[in-house]
Structure formats: structure tokens, C-alpha cells
């Protein structure tokens, strides 16, 4: 079975810093590009942070140099540590794969994660 | 930055079609996915590629684009589809996004 599961979450202070992981069964972990998505409560879902097959990564501008996405294929994990965390950081944090079809498309998504910045 | 506009409510009658439209500045040149967001739960890949319907995803969801608007069908619908409905595109400039999400009531 595909599967990602998130963990890492927890209540941080302001200005504090957290590391989530996301560990990847049922695929080749190494042939996909990953994703974070965030989903404060009660909104929609902001796209956070994406590494490609070679370590390239993208950001939104609102966590840029805050967020670092990582990648270890030999664990087949995926990382993303988070600094200088803001009230507005709070959110259930999902790890996603791209799709092999269209790399655009985020077709498997984990149970998530809740960081509370407090 | 790119946005993509989506109406915050739909309602729909068991049985009828509903009609969730995303709208962006050349939506049409660039491929749409929709994904299903029950409370509670992590979203789900709906539509890809404006019309491709993943496997295990009923018929009875559909979804076009053209010119500056995407829309998501949903034909015969379903109590079980009552959900939040997300569409999302690429963008050379702001990357991956999406819109800012529909809640489909089925009365």
C-alpha cells in the first residue's frame, strides 16, 4: 500500500523551531518529487515547500528562508525544519508526493501533522 | 503572484449536478487538478490534468478548462460528496497553488 506518514508536530513559542518528518511506504521514494502542504484550522490549503528528484527545491514566498525541505532516499524520508516560527505557522502540516504523470498534481497525501506556534 | 478564485458555497439537491468553477488569468494554458476534502480527513485527488479521473474515483465527477475558467461536475450527486473542493494549478512565478476552496452542501 502507498502510504505517508507524518510525524514531528507539537506545540512550539514563537520564534522557536520544529522539524517535520514524513516517511514514504509503497513506492519508490526516490522517483518522486515531495511536497508539504499546510492547512490552518478552519482555512484552505497553502502549498509550503517541494523538492525534486535531484535536491532542487521551491518555496512560497511566506516561508521562504524560514522552511528548508530535505530529502534522504535511503530512508525514504522526507523533511521539512522550520525556524523562526510565526503564529501564522499554525496549521496541519501534509507531506504529498508529485505525481508521476503530471508532477504538478499532488495525487497521494499523508494524515498530516499539527504544529501550534503558542 | 498567480490566484486562483474559487465560490466559497455550493449547494445542490441529492440526485442533480453540481458545478464548482475555478477561475484564473489563463487558466486554460495550464493543466487543473481538483482534489476532495472531507472534515476530518486528508484531501483527495479528484481530477488531474482537467479531466483525467484517478482510479477508484466515480464517473460521475468530471472537470474542463478552457480560456480563464476550470470547472468541477459532479453528475447525480451524493451525500457522500458533500466535502470541501479544492482546485489547483501550476505557475512559472508563484509555483504550485491553490484556490481557496468550495464547500459543496448537498441538501
Known amino acids: 500500500e502507498v502510504l505517508l506518514v507524518e510525524s514531528g508536530g507539537g506545540l512550539v513559542q514563537p520564534g522557536g523551531s520544529l522539524r517535520l518528518s514524513c516517511s514514504a511506504f509503497?513506492?519508490?521514494?526516490?522517483?518522486?518529487?515531495m511536497h508539504w502542504v499546510r492547512q490552518a484550522t478552519g482555512k484552505g490549503l497553502e502549498w509550503v515547500s517541494a523538492?525534486?528528484?535531484?535536491?532542487?527545491?521551491y518555496y512560497p514566498a511566506s516561508v521562504k528562508g524560514r522552511f528548508t525541505i530535505s530529502r534522504e532516499s535511503a530512508n525514504n524520508s522526507l523533511y521539512l525544519q522550520m525556524n523562526s516560527l510565526r503564529a501564522e505557522d499554525t496549521a496541519v502540516y501534509y507531506c504529498?508526493?508529485?505525481?508521476?504523470?503530471?508532477?504538478?498534481?499532488?495525487?497521494?497525501w499523508g494524515q498530516g501533522t499539527m504544529v501550534t506556534v503558542s | 503572484s498567480y490566484e486562483l478564485t474559487q465560490p466559497s458555497s455550493v449547494s445542490v439537491s441529492p440526485g442533480q449536478t453540481a458545478i464548482i468553477t475555478c477561475s484564473g488569468d489563463?487558466?486554460?494554458?495550464?493543466?487543473v487538478s481538483w482534489y476532495q476534502q472531507k472534515p476530518g480527513q486528508s484531501p483527495v485527488l479528484v481530477i488531474y490534468?482537467?479531466?483525467k479521473r484517478p482510479s477508484g474515483i466515480p464517473e460521475r465527477f468530471s472537470g474542463s478548462d478552457s480560456g480563464n475558467t476550470a470547472t468541477l461536475t459532479i453528475s447525480g450527486t451524493q451525500a457522500v460528496d458533500e466535502a470541501d473542493y479544492y482546485c489547483?494549478?501550476?505557475?512559472?512565478?508563484?509555483?504550485?497553488?491553490f484556490g481557496g476552496g468550495t464547500k459543496l452542501t448537498v441538501l
Open positions: 504529498a508526493r508529485g505525481s508521476p504523470i503530471n508532477v504538478n498534481t499532488f495525487d497521494i
Open positions: 509503497g513506492f519508490t521514494f526516490s522517483n518522486y518529487d
Open positions: 523538492i525534486g528528484l535531484v535536491g532542487d527545491t
Open positions: 489563463k487558466l486554460g494554458d495550464t493543466y
Open positions: 490534468q482537467d479531466t
Open positions: 489547483q494549478a501550476w505557475d512559472s512565478s508563484t509555483y504550485w497553488v
